[in-house]
């Protein structure tokens, strides 16, 4: 009698699809808004300074407790006096009013990935550019 052990599949490797990737940026880019450190924000919650940015979504994961996390935010609610910071992951929406941009922030539209050149005209396009790049 011939026993035979089961022997583990090499799975092959599979590469990230760059086109995925970029969409996944872009969600996650329209999630966080233009919120950024240095920023300051107000919702009906109160109003925020971003203190950190936090892009890796093991990093994010473990500071919200969340499995499916890609990104967090530390923030400190500005209208307390005794203000601790905290890590959140809510989503920007239209509720959220910008008080104060990040200083790396598009003059314009306000976010950190400029996103004034998205619709815009060719002509109208070169203006914003030129605003953006300064």
Known sequence: MTVSMPQPLNAPVALPDPMILEALNRVIDGQIGPRHAGAIYQNQDGAFEV????????RA??????RCSQWALIV??????DGERFAIGSVWTS??????????ACPLCGFWRCRCNESATPASADARALACAR
């Open 61 to 66: 994961r473990a500071l919200l407790g969340r």
């Open 51 to 58: 203190l950190a940015l936090v892009r890796d979504p093991e």
């Open 95 to 104: 509720e959220d009013r910008m008080i104060r941009a990040a200083d790396d």
């Open 76 to 81: 400190r609610d500005v209208l307390r006096p």
